[in-house]
């Protein structure tokens, strides 16, 4: 017989009772809440009835009291209610680092290939023959014997500067990212959130760079009708609004902000699902949601432009499939000179973080 069979869904991996365990859970659904620990926690005991979460020893009015106890959760405040802590916050920054940059690790880095390599911060996998000049803390002594050998015999084993081999070291650059993050309303149209992973690759972009890459700098910039800086402690209560998509404007703040900067290396990443549709004239807004509007279209690219001449590279990725879309992505990469990926929602994070690492680092002689 033809066809498929269809069985009951049954979810794996679901907590099973402790507080560590319902812990990630609740952490999770603080995502898809905005930060609303009340819905979140309203959610946790749908899911505790229908999948038994918890057992008679430990219930959800008892994760609820551990919550509080361990500073995570307060009802200490004017609105009424529960609400998370600053602890909560960094522990969803953390998770977020975990989930995106743990996938990262397993499928392992790429590699940004220049014409240029030498003397750096840490080895990676290419070798070259001794130069003058190179640092001796560089040659690989084991391979270089291996020459010698080869080259020599084993009988009158002697060690020439043609046999010695030198590892090539990668220069890690200090770099300025201000991350833009599209909150117009197609982010969430067609039943697809995509606000909810575009936050998640901000808080562990903001998690990683805060711990492995301090000097580093990360700022967040949000558009829609207008733009406009968000801290990194608000990340996990962003909520997209009735906007339209002015990206000139974010491009305009996300410059203003790289001008700022005085580290050499600065760039602009953009995750975006949608056409620019607005623009701000004075007091009025200019709004177009039928096509690509030439008007709106042209004054975007010319930022393209003018950020190009600033030597700030735009990376967008594109999280819409509308072929019509893409060209117009294609065309503002190539104004910018930039790039761009075309990635589906579980892949934003891995294809961020990979250009992240790859930017950061150059390889010098």
């Known amino acids: 017989m033809r066809g498929y069979a269809f069985t009951k869904y049954i979810p794996e991996n679901l907590p099973k009772g402790g507080f560590d365990n319902l812990l990630k859970l609740f952490i ?3 995502n898809y809440t905005a930060g609303d620990a009340n819905e979140a926690l309203s959610w946790m005991n ?8 918890t057992n008679d020893e430990y219930g959800i009015g008892d994760f609820i009291e551990d919550l509080k106890k361990r500073g995570y959760l307060t009802d200490d405040n004017e609105k009424g209610g529960f609400v998370i802590t600053a602890k909560s916050e960094q522990v969803i920054r953390r998770s977020a680092l975990e989930e995106i940059f743990g996938k990262l690790k397993k499928s392992g880095n790429g590699t940004h290939q220049t014409n240029y390599s030498g003397q750096g911060d840490e080895p990676n996998a290419e070798r070259r023959e001794y130069q003058f000049g190179d640092n001796l803390e560089q040659i690989d002594m084991t391979q270089s014997i291996h020459n010698a050998q080869i080259n020599h015999g084993l009988g009158d084993f002697h060690l020439t ?38 936050k998640k690759v901000a808080m562990a972009l903001a998690e990683l760079i805060s711990t492995k890459y301090p000097k580093d700098t990360l700022d967040i910039v949000v558009f829609g009708n207008d733009a406009w800086p968000i801290s990194i402690k608000d990340l996990p209560y962003l909520q997209v609004g009735p906007y339209h998509t002015n990206t000139y404007a974010g491009l305009e ?23 620019p549709t607005c623009l701000k004239e004075g007091l009025r807004y200019y709004k177009n949601s039928f096509g690509l509007d030439r008007k709106v279209i042209n004054k975007t690219l010319t930022m393209a432009a003018q950020c190009k001449k600033l030597k700030i590279p735009i990376t ?36 961020i973080f990979e250009d992240y690492i790859k930017n950061r680092r150059k390889t010098v002689r």
């Not at 749908?46 to 979460?53: P, V, W």
């Not at 030198?166 to 990212?177: G, Q």
């Open 28 to 30: 999770q659904l603080l």
């Open 46 to 53: 749908e899911l505790d009835k229908q999948y038994n979460l």
């Open 161 to 198: 500067e043609r046999d010695l081999e030198v590892e090539e070291m990668d220069y890690k650059t200090l770099t300025s990212t201000v991350l833009m993050i599209d909150i117009s309303h197609s982010m969430i149209l067609y039943g697809e959130d995509r606000i909810t992973p575009a």
């Open 253 to 275: 703040l996300a410059v203003d902000i790289l001008r700022r900067r005085k580290t050499q290396n600065k760039q602009i990443f953009m995750i975006t699902d949608g056409k």
């Open 316 to 351: 967008t990725f594109m999280i819409a499939k509308d072929p019509y879309l893409q060209a117009f992505v294609r065309q503002f990469t190539e104004v910018n000179g930039g790039k761009a990926f075309y990635s589906t929602l579980s892949g934003l994070g891995e294809y």
